[in-house]
């Protein structure tokens, strides 16, 4: 497989990977952007699909009931993403077997 880059919305990855840490400075160091970054993009994903999927009790980061069932649904597309990946793989590396003959005249003449 081509790495662990799969065909999703840095979003999506961002999301997922806050779901994990829980912690949106973590997760921007562990991304490598910004934690601003990260905000907009949860954000963003908030307006998009109109429902808070994070909230705080107390200090405490918690996925909300929204943001577990897209965490279980992103998680699906992630692994469709990877079968996709390694079936168009599978399919290009399909080897293909020639032989060439001659007849000895032809052999002894290369």
């Not at 905000?39 to 929204?66: A, M, N, P």
């Not at 992630?78 to 290009?92: F, H, K, V, W």
């Not at 590396?93 to 052999?107: P, S, W």
């Amino acid at each position: 497989m081509k790495g662990e880059n799969i065909m999703l919305d840095n979003r999506v990855e961002t999301f997922l990977a806050l779901c994990e840490i829980m912690n949106y400075t973590k997760t921007a160091e562990t991304l490598h952007i910004t934690q601003p970054a990260v905000t907009q993009q949860i954000r963003w994903l908030e307006e998009y699909y109109g429902c808070r999927l994070f909230s705080y009790q107390g200090k405490v980061l918690r996925l909300t009931e929204k943001g577990e069932t897209l965490r279980r649904l992103a998680q699906q597309m992630t692994a469709n993403a990877q079968g996709i990946l390694q079936e168009m793989e599978r399919e290009e590396n399909t080897e293909i077997h020639l032989r060439i003959g001659a007849t000895k005249t032809i052999g002894d003449y290369m």
